[in-house]
């Protein structure tokens, strides 16, 4: 019997596991360009980190978290996102207590949630995002909001929509909520068993229903702006003039309140409708919050991060193109084909030398005609093909076939290693970045800035940058 992936779970594979791991590669480079350090906390967590890090309000903790008790009987979740069992892996371990704050990190991996499945919608899904903890001032959330907006920018997704909104200090938030209170008082009984229990847990939820006719009557709702203290408002413009001055454009929404409760002042989101019209809803989202470090028993200090949803991203960036839908799982440098039997144990030791210099190179395991092994050299997106038969093990030679020019040359087996670095090297010559070599959409930037620079070139060049380091041009950085 056929056992299948369980629902809302994806399998992903081939072209499209290379494309998530492009995005994640780019994502990483800039957090680390920010000087946001890794962490990687475990998958699962004692479910109380979550019940008291993201809220009881929250649907997250009410209704979607995988809790099970292990054989010990410990209440034990699989993370339904990141930011609770980030703050307590930073208390647990000390990381707070030092002078240099805030303490920046970002991490990767998968999240769980049980929502219904849909589009963009999943119950295992993957995150990368970023905390900055220990830093209160606009100038942090300006960099987190600023980091999030150039990852996008780079990955290729140019119009954004970022909505801000302010969701004020807790005294702010206290006035707020008995204002919901008040208005929502009357209207309960006709509102969805969800709203009802949000009244009494946290009025704010209300704003998020998602049903039809609950959204009619938050219309009218009081407007939290109108109870933001002086200090939040100031701190908010401040972050708003910041992001106008830089140019990066966002849309202030004050229906946004996001769906975990632990945010305070700023909170912000992700939104791109594809080219294709596709809406896989938030791409991404974030928030300050400042109680959650005390709330695992830490210093009193608030912190600010993003995640965005990688299904989400990789899903438009394919609609849209930008990252082509037939890149191959693996990126082949050489496919190494023997000519009948006895050619096989050397074709396996000359794809051990080549990957000994650090190339792919993979070998044809089947005895089948040559024009078949060519197909799947081509099927594989390989650059070269390496034809060794027993005439060319006699004669001490290979036979090196350029895929793409189709042009074949003939080397002495003692001149092959150089061979292939010098084709190779030819191959990746404006760039070491290897995006290069064959689709040139890969949405790594390199092509634009390798475009405008002269450096390569030689001549018009002052830079050093071909001795490496001292390079101010910017090539070097997108090379890597
Ligand atoms: P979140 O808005 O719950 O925030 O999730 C972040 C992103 O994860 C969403 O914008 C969306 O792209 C993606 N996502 C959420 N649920 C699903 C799903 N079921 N299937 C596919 N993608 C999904 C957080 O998780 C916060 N921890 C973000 C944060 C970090 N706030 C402060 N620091």
Do not use: Q, V
């Given at each position: 019997m056929e056992i299948n992936n369980v629902k809302g779970t994806h399998d992903i594979f081939g072209g499209e596991a290379s494309a998530y791991s492009q995005v994640e590669a780019i994502m990483k480079n800039i957090a680390e360009l920010f000087a946001f350090m890794e962490v990687r906390p475990p998958v699962i967590e004692h479910s109380e980190v979550f019940v008291r890090g993201v809220g009881e309000s929250s649907d997250v903790v009410r209704k979607e978290m995988y809790t099970f008790l292990d054989k010990g009987n410990r209440s034990l979740?699989?993370?339904?996102?990141?930011t609770a069992g980030i703050i307590r892996l930073m208390v647990q371990n000390k990381l707070l207590i030092t002078n240099e704050l805030p303490l920046k990190v970002y991490y990767d991996g998968p999240v769980f949630r049980y929502e219904r499945p849909q589009l963009g919608r999943y119950r295992q899904f993957n995150q990368f995002g970023v905390e900055a903890v220990g830093n209160n001032s606009p100038l942090c959330d300006l960099e987190v909001i600023l980091l999030a907006y150039t990852i996008l920018t780079s990955l290729g997704l140019e119009n954004v929509t970022i909505k801000i909104n302010n969701l004020g200090d807790e005294n702010s938030r206290v006035a707020y909520r008995q204002a919901l209170r008040d208005y929502f008082k009357d209207l309960l009984p006709k509102m969805c068993p969800d709203c009802q229990s949000r009244y009494e847990l946290?009025?704010?939820r209300i704003l998020d229903c998602k049903v039809p006719e609950d959204q009619k009557l938050v219309k009218d709702a009081p407007k939290l702006s109108a109870y933001l203290s002086e200090a939040s408002k100031k701190r908010f413009e401040t972050i708003t003039s910041y992001l106008t001055s830089l140019g990066i454009p966002f849309e202030l929404d004050d229906n946004l309140v996001r769906g975990l409760d632990y945010y305070s002042e700023t909170v912000f989101e992700f939104h791109y409708t594809s080219g294709?019209?596709?809406?896989?809803?938030?791409?991404g989202g974030g928030g300050r919050y400042d109680k959650l470090v005390k709330e695992f028993g830490g210093p009193e200090l608030s912190g600010i991060g993003f995640s965005f949803g990688i299904e989400r991203v990789v899903s438009i960036l394919r609609d849209d193109e930008i990252i082509p839908s037939d890149i191959p799982g693996v990126d082949l440098a050489f496919y190494v084909i023997p000519v009948g039997e006895k050619a096989q144990f050397t074709a396996h030791a000359i794809a051990t030398n080549i990957r000994l210099l650090g190339y792919s190179a993979d070998v044809c395991f089947d005895d089948i005609k040559l024009a078949a092994m060519f197909k799947r050299a081509d099927k594989k997106g390989a650059k070269y093909a390496i034809i060794i038969g027993e005439e060319e093990i006699n004669n001490h030679k290979v036979i090196i076939k350029?895929?793409?020019?189709k042009e074949q040359i003939e080397v002495d087996q003692e001149d092959f290693e150089n061979k292939i670095v010098e084709l190779m090297e030819e191959h990746s010559h404006d760039c070491s970045?290897?995006?290069?070599?064959?689709?040139?959409?890969?949405?790594?930037?390199c092509h634009d800035d390798h475009e405008e620079?002269?450096?390569?070139?030689?001549?018009?060049?002052?830079?050093?940058?071909?001795?490496?380091?001292?390079?101010?041009?910017?090539c070097h950085e997108e090379k890597k």
């Open positions: 979740t699989l993370r339904p996102e990141f946290n009025p704010l294709k019209g596709n809406d896989y809803g938030a791409i350029n895929l793409a020019t970045c290897g995006c290069h070599d064959d689709h040139g959409d890969c949405g790594c930037e620079c002269d450096c390569c070139e030689g001549e018009d060049c002052d830079c050093d940058c071909h001795d490496g380091e001292e390079c101010s041009c910017g």
